[in-house]
Every structure is written in C-alpha cells, then in structure tokens.
C-alpha cells in the first residue's frame, strides 16, 4: 500500500485539479490524504503559496501540474 498526502487548501482549484489527475493513477490499494496547510503553522510557513503538493513520505513528487511521470514512476516502483 502507497500513502500519499496531498498538501491543500480549502476551495484551491488547483489542488482539486491536481487530486482528479491524480486519482486514476491509484490503485486499489494506494492512499491519498489531502491535508490543509492552515491547519497548522509550520506547514504553512513550509507550503504557503505552493500549494498543492504532493508527497510520498518526505519527498515532493510533484505541484502543480501533476507529474504524471514521476508519479507513476514511484507508483510502480518496489515498496521500500
């Protein structure tokens, strides 16, 4: 099982664009949890207007646009 975190803000269209790209790269059994960067102080200094991100434990995969190749490439890479 892969676990993403999708760093967002309420009402980003961006971050909905990114999300919907992003779905039907997900297997049955990967995880995506979209996380609001105001919801706390120091991922908001980290974030701020960079948002949407999307990670993979602690390395970036990609903004906005979706990477769509360096995330399929970890999707189908071996669980570490």
Do not use: F, N, Q
Not at 44 to 71: F, K
Request: with cysteine.
């Amino acid at each position: 099982m892969r676990k993403l975190t999708l760093y967002s803000r309420p009402e980003c269209h961006l971050c909905e664009a990114l999300l919907a790209d992003l779905l039907p790269l997900l297997s049955a059994d990967d995880s995506v949890e979209t996380v609001d960067v105001d919801s706390s102080i120091a991922l908001e200094r980290r974030y701020g207007l960079r948002i949407p991100v999307l990670v993979a434990g602690d390395v970036e995969l990609s903004g906005y646009p979706l990477d769509h190749e360096r995330v399929r490439r970890y999707l189908e890479s071996p669980p570490r």
